[in-house]
């Protein structure tokens, strides 16, 4: 489109705001800005001749453009695959010479191990970060399917025994990251954030979890939320409640620990 082809100068006004600025129609504010597109064309040169200023058509252009960029095709990255990775790994190793059948638990199905002396080694690295190791005889997939349904149901996320749990009492504003947590720890938990021990915040509703821990080289910070229900947080006087990671685990699946209550030991010095 040259000037020359442009039927619409000056711009037509269609209406009035309040303020006093006008409002000029659609479709002569769409050819103009077509006009001013075009190879070698002058933008003061265009407003001018539309009865408009130079900044006013500038802003036209502008929108224009945003509106092109968002109506552009978005490329949607596909989400993550909710199946483990596996990958088969041969190593010649001996095979034991018994032949025992495998049973897969909670099944009457029984597997014979392969007669082949290469064993296949399986390798699932899970999303807990937990590295699932099987071996069986090589292409026997009947074998590997029952492994993996026996282990299945065991593997979960746990803490270490001996790590330290202390929890945070009171409910904390969970816009906060690891340099906050960290801060909250040294200075209104007075505890060492680098030491061997994991600690827990808590939001207002009770329905997410923050755990922060020092691992050798950083920080880990995990989160849980429930999709429904809440957690329910020890109701205890003082401000740093410590439990043992037992009972962490038992506060994460939604157990009151305060109302749990074990048998008591009882130390003898001799049988009678």
């Avoid at 001018?48 to 109506?71: D, F, M, P, T, Y």
Wanted: proline share 4%; hydrophobic share 45%.
């Amino acid at each position: 489109m040259t000037e020359s082809e442009v039927d619409i100068f000056p711009l037509r006004v269609t209406g009035g705001t309040a303020a006093g600025k006008r409002k000029f129609g659609a479709e002569g504010k769409r050819k103009l800005i077509d006009a001013c597109q075009q190879p070698g064309a002058s933008i003061a040169e265009l407003a001018l001749k539309a009865g408009v200023s130079a900044n006013q058509l500038h802003k036209w252009i502008r929108l224009r453009e945003r509106a092109n960029a968002a109506a552009a095709t978005v490329v949607v990255e596909p989400l993550p695959s909710a199946f483990v990775p596996v990958v088969t790994v041969n190593e010649v190793e001996p095979v034991r010479a018994n032949r025992e059948s495998v049973t897969a638990r909670g099944s009457s199905t029984r597997y014979e191990p392969a007669t082949s002396a290469t064993p296949a080694r399986l390798s699932a690295q899970l999303p807990n970060a937990v590295t699932l190791r099987l071996e069986c005889a090589a292409h026997d997939c009947a074998l590997v399917k029952a492994m993996v349904e026996a282990f299945g149901g065991t593997l979960m996320f746990r803490l270490d025994a001996d790590l330290r749990i202390y929890l945070h009492r009171e409910p904390i504003d969970f816009r906060a990251g690891i340099n906050s947590l960290v801060t909250l720890v040294e200075q209104s938990m007075q505890l060492d954030s680098l030491a061997r021990s994991v600690y827990a915040f808590h939001n207002r509703k009770r329905n997410r979890v923050k755990l922060l821990l020092y691992d050798r080289s950083g920080f880990w910070l995990m989160l849980k939320r429930l999709e429904a229900d809440h957690f329910v947080w020890p109701r205890r006087q003082q401000a740093v409640i410590e439990l043992t990671t037992e009972q962490l685990h038992w506060l994460l699946e939604g157990i009151d620990i305060d109302a749990m209550r074990r048998h008591p030991e009882w130390q003898y010095l001799h049988v009678d």
